[in-house]
């Protein structure tokens, strides 16, 4: 059986990311970016895919961990029966390369220390040629890519694994610096493990320290604002979904995708989190890389880009890879960012009004791109699409789309007014009052008093939670209060949200997936919307204990298995979080700047 998710923590450097197993195993490590194929992937097979363990020779050794306050240093602690000793695992930002920094340190009495590192390169397919370079320091190179290992622990070769056993006193460090580099390079400087561990816990609570806190719930905004930060692409400003790939919705299952790029669908919620938790600079950086990404011919928009705004994302399968507890297929690259999905012109519309009224410094460019995306969304509204869940069955006229629709003229319009902005106003009027029309008659059902997944559909969607924030209804409509109770009813299962029901959905996947997280943090914002406190904090603690050791969450979360699922850590799940949080703190709430502004 694989590791399961809960048991992994996150390091990076704000480029690249790696997740250390609670036994101290790094099974997955992407660099020199996170959707590099620069990488090796034990968690989407075996360890011969390549993994990195560093744990203690004892086997009945009590472990436990933490993040070292206030960072993105991880702390893994050995007790065994002759001595204590710690592992710091770490990456430093220092911009030119990536490094993982490993250092053990001796607490007290003696303890015996293993390491296997089994290096592979694209995910698991190639095979380095190890050298020794120098006493302590060995090189690994595959076609184009290059690791530098340094240490003073007595490595060697075996079984194409380079391995130690080596022992640790109190007072002691054994430290070990795995360094990467395109092979054409020279092979880069050393790094001094013991700066880089203090540099690197500056940066963090340097960065930590210009947020702002959020009542009884600021430690857990604090972790998720860490873990966006290092989902944060430093040279471009995009903001990666999730460090990996094809961890599966279901376990088995063939919901299995890509999110290592950037979505259109986590605009609005990441620019709102990162203001509104004061860290306006990466606000601006962010809202800065959508409106390179997006430029161009509005035909050609996509709901998501690379890391730099690449548009190529074409999915691969590596058959080779047996996938996350045999999960097939792993998946490389995104089919779906072919998809047409109407929300992401009213995200990406949002978006950039909230910068506005934020007070982000505008550009003449944005609002050009977005007189020209609105043109041709005046063209394309009434089309059927693929929806904010990006279904691969036949495409259909949802009802959060043409909301969303909606939501992209009506932003347009109050930037135009509020902002003195030129543009036809008058026509987007007219367009806003026809889209808003249609909804309220095809995308509601009456009878039942709820709106719906889809125009003439009986089913649910927990995307028609958010009507109340995005303001098209007021939460006091008696058709939101409907929808709501709709959703309790069909959609919450265990105190857990489903996105829809997948055994009746006609997706054109086999059916079975986890409850998707954002959309219980979706429902605790309505509850808070709707006059329903107690309900809203409850549910909102509820989601808090899913949580594992160290903060993180995953996409999803399998309340059968009482597993979280889906790929890990995912940047949607905590942006909601970190907006729950302050609607629940907050007299200027999150979902009220959507809805009213």
């Known amino acids: 059986m694989a590791v399961p998710l809960e048991d992994y923590a996150l390091i990076g450097d704000c480029e690249s990311a790696a997740l250390v197993s609670r036994a101290g195993s790094i099974d997955w490590l992407c660099w020199p970016r996170f959707d590099s194929d620069a990488c090796f992937a034990a968690l989407l097979g075996d360890a011969s895919n390549g993994r990195w363990l560093?744990?203690?020779?004892?086997?009945?050794?009590?472990?436990?961990?933490?993040?070292?306050?206030?960072?993105?240093?991880?702390?893994?602690?050995?007790?065994?029966?002759?001595?204590?000793?710690?592992?710091?695992?770490?990456?430093?930002p220092r911009g030119n390369t990536s490094d993982v920094v490993r250092i053990v340190i001796g607490e007290r009495g003696e303890v015996d220390m293993h390491t296997e590192l089994v290096l592979r390169f694209g995910y698991g397919a190639s095979v380095p040629w190890v050298t020794k370079l120098a006493p302590g320091v060995w090189r690994a190179i595959a076609g184009p890519d290059m690791t530098i290992l340094r240490t003073c622990a007595p490595m060697r070769g075996q079984d194409l694994k380079s391995v130690a056993n080596f022992s640790v006193k109190g007072g002691e460090q054994v430290s070990f610096m795995l360094t990467y580099a395109r092979s054409h390079l020279e092979p880069p400087p050393p790094i001094d493990p013991d700066k880089a561990l203090k540099d690197t816990e500056d940066f963090w609570r340097e960065w930590l320290g210009k947020g702002r806190p959020a009542g009884r719930w600021s430690a857990a905004v604090k972790r998720s604002l860490i873990t966006l930060r290092a989902l944060f692409y430093a040279p471009t400003g995009g903001i990666v979904a999730a460090p990996t790939t094809s961890l599966p919705e279901c376990i088995g299952g063939v919901r299995n995708w890509d999110y290592r790029y950037c979505w259109l669908r986590d605009a609005t919620l990441a620019l709102l989190a990162l203001m509104n938790a004061g860290y306006y600079e990466e606000a601006t950086r962010w809202r800065d890389w959508l409106v390179r990404a997006v430029a161009g011919s509005p035909r050609q928009l996509q709901i998501m880009y690379g890391l730099a705004g690449e548009r190529r994302l074409t999915e691969l399968e590596l058959t080779w890879l047996a996938g996350y507890e045999d999960s097939r297929p792993v998946r490389i690259g995104n089919d779906a960012h072919a998809q047409l999905q109407l929300d992401m012109f009213g995200e990406l519309m949002d978006a950039l009004h909230q910068a506005r009224e934020g007070g982000l410094r505008t550009t003449k460019t944005a609002w050009a791109v977005q007189i020209e995306v609105l043109a041709h969304l005046a063209e394309v509204w009434e089309q059927p699409d693929s929806g904010i869940w990006e279904m691969r069955g036949p495409a259909r006229h949802f009802t959060h789309s043409k909301i969303m629709a909606w939501v992209a003229f009506d932003r347009a319009i109050k930037d135009a007014t509020r902002f003195g902005l030129r543009g036809p106003v008058d026509q987007w009027r007219a367009v806003r009052a026809r889209i808003h029309q249609q909804v309220c008659e095809r995308g509601y059902d009456a009878r039942r008093n709820t709106f719906v997944q889809s125009y003439g559909s009986d089913r649910l969607d927990a995307s028609l939670l958010l009507i109340p924030p995005l303001g098209f209804l007021p939460p006091q409509d008696p058709r939101i209060d409907g929808t709501i109770r709709a959703v309790e009813k069909e959609l919450l299962h265990d105190g857990f949200v489903l996105r829809y029901d997948t055994q009746i959905a006609e997706d054109g996947l086999p059916p079975g997936e986890g409850a998707f997280l954002a959309c219980s943090f979706w429902l605790t914002d309505a509850y808070a919307m709707c006059g329903r406190r107690a309900d809203a904090e409850a549910l909102f603690e509820r989601l808090l204990g899913v949580g594992n050791d160290v903060g993180l969450l995953a996409e999803q979360y399998d309340v059968r298995l009482g597993r979280m699922v889906g790929n890990f850590p995912q940047g949607f799940s905590h942006l909601a979080l970190v907006n729950t949080a302050f609607n629940l703190f907050e007299a200027s709430k999150p979902s009220a700047q959507r809805s009213e502004r």
């Open 54 to 92: 560093l744990t203690s020779r004892d086997p009945a050794a009590r472990i436990s961990r933490r993040y070292v306050d206030e960072t993105l240093v991880l702390e893994t602690r050995f007790d065994t029966s002759s001595g204590t000793a710690r592992v710091l695992d770490f990456m430093p």
